[in-house]
């Protein structure tokens, strides 16, 4: 059963501290998007990537967020410093463009809370 | 940026009933997705609609979308108590690489 798998499913950390998250996209796909989820602002682009290379990432705040694809299997989101505003559940997504479905597979999430 | 609002924001009703969600977007589009958020979880795929289609089915779910007003509705018929759940349109702007933007959600509570 493929999955989108993401760790850690919950963190609580205080402001200050660096905080990264970490994703494993279904094997075989290509295209890899990190989302932000708030209830103020919803579902928020950061960032996504394609055969690892990063496509756009203008939603992401450049001074505090970095985003990488280390490898086909692994995908990252760093904040550093974090800030209470941050708190929030950031979701990955993977797919492969070339089924042409645009089905998007999501984890379950990474749930932040930044004290 | 949002590109889909979604109408309503919230919406509950009686099992049995049918439940008709709307979006509406601002660009124009290569397709229109619906998806489905239970509290807690990740967003799991429910259907797709192409630029060039005008409503698609799949099981007890109907799609609509109307590229001349920018908006689309998804109806669920003979609602259940297990549909209760968030509904999110998403749309993949023209000429855009896969790009999925999301709306901001309607909440769905069906009592048994």
């Known amino acids: 059963d493929a999955r989108v798998t993401q760790t850690p499913r919950h963190k609580v950390t205080e402001m200050g501290q660096e905080v990264t998250m970490r994703c494993q996209p279904i094997?075989?796909?290509?295209?890899v998007f990190w989302y932000r989820q708030t209830m103020m602002q919803g579902l928020e682009l950061l960032a996504y990537f394609r055969n690892r290379a990063p496509l756009d990432d203008s939603g992401m705040p450049k001074d505090r967020f970095s985003a990488e694809m280390p490898d086909a299997t692994l995908a990252t989101l760093k904040i550093q410093p974090s800030e209470p505003r941050d708190s929030a559940v950031y979701f990955c997504a993977s797919v492969r463009v070339a089924d042409n479905t645009g089905e998007l597979f999501f984890g379950e999430g990474s749930r932040l809370t930044v004290l | 940026s949002q590109q889909g609002e979604e109408d309503p924001q919230a919406l509950s009703i009686q099992e049995g009933e049918n439940a008709t969600m709307n979006c509406s977007y601002k660009t124009s589009i290569n397709n229109l997705q619906w998806y489905r958020q239970n509290s807690g979880r990740g967003l799991v795929h429910l259907i797709l609609i192409r630029s060039n289609e005008r409503e698609k089915h799949s099981g007890r779910l109907r799609v609509t979308l109307d590229t001349s007003k920018k908006s689309s509705s998804l109806l669920i018929t003979a609602s259940r108590a297990a549909d209760t759940a968030s509904y999110f349109c998403a749309t993949v702007p023209s000429g855009n690489t896969g790009k999925l933007i999301f709306g901001q959600g309607t909440t769905l509570q069906v009592k048994p």
């Open positions: 094997l075989g796909h290509n295209t």
